[in-house]
């Protein structure tokens, strides 16, 4: 049986041992996808990662300079592993940690620059389209008027559904390695998702 990712339970569990993962790909090669994006934002933009789990995606950018970052997850256990792995690396803690479940939160007036994720929204999907849905409209309540969010998945289908209220194309195809040339190719993707309007500001100008 496949892992009960919808599940508290499975990812206490989970917390409860693990001190380091990183989803579909290491967090050095997300941040090369990141960079073209990050070269347009200053080092004080806010940034959000959703499901920050055991990932140390955060300390590489804190490492470009990066500090104003919220770091997001619905399991305790995982809010204080990436806290523990921030204070390992730096040998403090200036970022954010919060609880909270990524298809509904509320961040209050905070509109961050960036938003990552590296397969959460993958977690999310495994109930159907709705909590992917919700994830959306929870990100786009807190995105920047020209904010962005740079979500990495397995499915080249992930945000291929009706109502979802931000702009989404592919911006990169990962391939994953093959046990035999003869192997069909997979790819992780890399999705950019924007608000409309900033997306129709763009094409007026």
């Not at 001190?19 to 290491?26: G, H, M, Q, R």
């Not at 509904?104 to 994720?117: A, E, M, S």
């Given at each position: 049986?496949?892992?009960?990712?919808?599940?508290?339970?499975?990812?206490?569990?989970?917390f409860?041992?693990?001190?380091?993962?990183?989803?579909?790909?290491?967090?050095?090669?997300?941040?090369?996808?990141?960079?073209?994006f990050?070269?347009?934002?200053?080092?004080?933009?806010?940034?959000?990662?959703?499901?920050?789990?055991?990932?140390?995606?955060?300390?590489?950018?804190?490492?470009?300079?990066?500090?104003?970052?919220?770091?997001?997850?619905?399991?305790?256990?995982?809010?204080?592993?990436?806290?523990?792995?921030?204070?390992?690396?730096?040998?403090?803690?200036v970022?954010?940690y919060?609880?909270?479940d990524?298809?509904?939160?509320?961040?209050?007036?905070?509109?961050?620059?960036?938003?990552?994720?590296?397969?959460?929204?993958?977690?999310?999907?495994?109930?159907?389209?709705?909590?992917?849905?919700?994830m959306?409209?929870?990100?786009?309540?807190?995105?920047?008027?020209?904010?962005?969010?740079?979500?990495?998945?397995f499915?080249?289908?992930?945000?291929?559904?009706?109502?979802?209220?931000?702009?989404?194309?592919?911006?990169?195809?990962?391939?994953t390695?093959?046990?035999?040339?003869?192997?069909?190719?997979?790819?992780?993707?890399c999705?950019?998702?924007?608000?409309?309007?900033?997306?129709?500001?763009?094409?007026?100008?």
């Amino acid at each position: 049986m496949p892992p009960e990712y919808q599940s508290k339970d499975y990812w206490h569990a989970r917390f409860g041992h693990e001190t380091s993962f990183e989803w579909l790909v290491p967090s050095a090669d997300f941040l090369k996808i990141l960079d073209p994006f990050l070269a347009r934002l200053p080092t004080t933009a806010r940034i959000l990662q959703l499901g920050c789990g055991t990932s140390d995606i955060h300390c590489l950018l804190r490492q470009r300079g990066y500090e104003h970052i919220t770091n997001m997850d619905y399991e305790p256990l995982a809010i204080g592993r990436s806290r523990d792995i921030e204070h390992k690396m730096f040998g403090d803690s200036v970022m954010s940690y919060v609880v909270a479940d990524a298809t509904d939160f509320n961040l209050g007036q905070t509109r961050f620059d960036l938003v990552i994720d590296k397969s959460t929204a993958d977690a999310v999907a495994c109930t159907g389209p709705a909590p992917v849905i919700s994830m959306t409209k929870a990100v786009k309540r807190c995105l920047a008027e020209d904010g962005m969010w740079l979500s990495l998945s397995f499915s080249a289908y992930r945000y291929d559904h009706d109502g979802m209220p931000l702009s989404v194309q592919v911006i990169n195809k990962i391939p994953t390695p093959k046990a035999k040339e003869t192997d069909p190719d997979i790819f992780h993707y890399c999705y950019l998702l924007r608000p409309m309007q900033s997306e129709a500001c763009r094409r007026s100008k």
